[in-house]
T-cell receptor, first 118, second 113 residues
Framework: GAVVSQHPSWVICKSGTSVKIECRSL??????MFWYRQFPKQSLMLMAT?????????EQGVEKDKFLINHASLTLSTLTVTSAHPEDSSFYIC??????????????FGPGTRLTVL | AQSVAQPEDQVNVAEGNPLTVKCTYS??????LFWYVQYPNRGLQFLLK??????LVKGSYGFEAEFNKSQTSFHLKKPSALVSDSALYFC???????????FGAGTRLFVKA
């Protein structure tokens, strides 16, 4: 149980285009999902907290107009990188809390999406 | 403010030997502590967590971690390392009442046959 999927697993796009990444909790409902960015050989940087039915909460320094997050249902959150540029190339990982969003909940992670912007 | 420190960028161990990956934390209130493992180009896999109770927590793949409140540490251990344990390990902390998780910088474990 507690499987989180991401689609696509990798994507290459041209500079200026937009890319949508999907994150799904396959066997549980997730009122809260998280989006992270990971640079090579570095830790995870929390970008935003995605709440079902409401606006996402962005971390300081993350452009909300560039990284659009939609949490339309209890099993799906999407991250859209708008007008992508080469500096947006990174490994994007989503996660979901198994539980009622309590601080003791375990986070389960998707396999990640490798974005390369040419 | 919450923080996590993993003082070693890399740990090298021979197969069959015990391994330890170190983690120290700083958080106000009671800490909730987690260990995750990441294989190349993959997401993170949950290993174990400490919420309350017994200071020694057992997790997946034979790993365990010991919570030490006085030293604010949560070191990951395994009695006998396997080559397949080679991966990137992350320690994470969450404070009471919140669910924002702070991750350490990661420690790369190399197990040599």
């Amino acid at each position: 149980g507690a499987v989180v999927s991401q689609h696509p697993s990798w994507v290459i796009c041209k500079s200026g285009t937009s890319v949508k990444i999907e994150c799904r909790s396959l066997d549980f409902q997730a009122t809260t999902m998280f989006w992270y960015r990971q640079f090579p050989k570095q830790s995870l940087m929390l970008m935003a907290t995605s709440n079902e039915g409401s606006k996402a909460t962005y971390e300081q320094g993350v452009e909300k107009d560039k990284f659009l997050i939609n949490h339309a249902s209890l099993t799906l959150s999407t991250l859209t990188v708008t007008s992508a540029h080469p500096e947006d190339s990174s490994f994007y990982i989503c996660s979901a809390n198994l539980g009622r969003a309590a601080s003791t909940d375990t986070q389960y992670f998707g396999p990640g999406t490798r974005l390369t912007v040419l | 403010a919450q923080s996590v420190a993993q003082p070693e960028d890399q740990v090298n161990v021979a197969e069959g030997n015990p391994l330890t990956v170190k983690c120290t934390y700083s958080v106000s209130g009671n800490p909730y502590l987690f260990w995750y493992v990441q294989y190349p180009n993959r997401g993170l896999q949950f290993l174990l967590k400490y919420i309350t109770g017994d200071n020694l927590v057992k997790g997946s793949y034979g790993f365990e971690a010991e919570f030490n409140k006085s030293q604010t540490s949560f070191h990951l251990k395994k009695p006998s390392a396997l080559v397949s344990d080679s991966a990137l390990y992350f320690c994470a902390v969450r404070g009471t009442g919140g669910f924002k998780t702070i991750f350490g910088a990661g420690t790369r474990l190399f197990v040599k046959a």
